[in-house]
Nanobody, 121 residues
Framework: QVHLVESGGGLVQAGGSLRLSCVAS????????MYWYRQGPGKQRELVAG???????SYADSVKGRFTISRDNAGTSAFLQMDSLKPEDTAVYYC???????????????WGQGTQVTVSS
């Protein structure tokens, strides 16, 4: 059993910052990728940022230069530093990871429960 738990969401004024955390736990051998997605009110879920096990990162155009994704040395946690937040960043932010587990032995995608980010104007 694998669990992804996000934290760090909240209410912030436009121009402010938040740091989201995603911690993976369970029978984990390796985490290949970790992603942050978001789903705003009335919108489809969209990919925000991603990081590979080797540290390569990618970002949606809408957040480039404002958001930074990182991982801890153990590779089981991912972080999303969000600066210069805008009202349009308001959404539920989800962590997603491609994880190789020991029991059962498989490679699969896992999702966290989401954390709400609200940016006021």
């Amino acid at each position: 059993q694998v669990h992804l738990v996000e934290s760090g969401g909240g209410l912030v004024q436009a121009g402010g910052s938040l740091r989201l955390s995603c911690v993976a736990s369970g029978s984990i051998i390796r985490i290949n990728y970790m992603y942050w997605y978001r789903q705003g009110p009335g919108k489809q879920r969209e990919l925000v940022a991603g990081i590979t096990s080797g540290g390569d990162t990618s970002y949606a155009d809408s957040v480039k230069g404002r958001f930074t994704i990182s991982r801890d040395n153990a590779g089981t946690s991912a972080f999303l530093q969000m600066d210069s937040l805008k009202p349009e960043d308001t959404a539920v932010y989800y962590c997603n990871a491609r994880i190789l587990t020991l029991r059962p032995a498989k490679l699969d995608d896992y999702w966290g429960q989401g954390t709400q980010v609200t940016v006021s104007s």
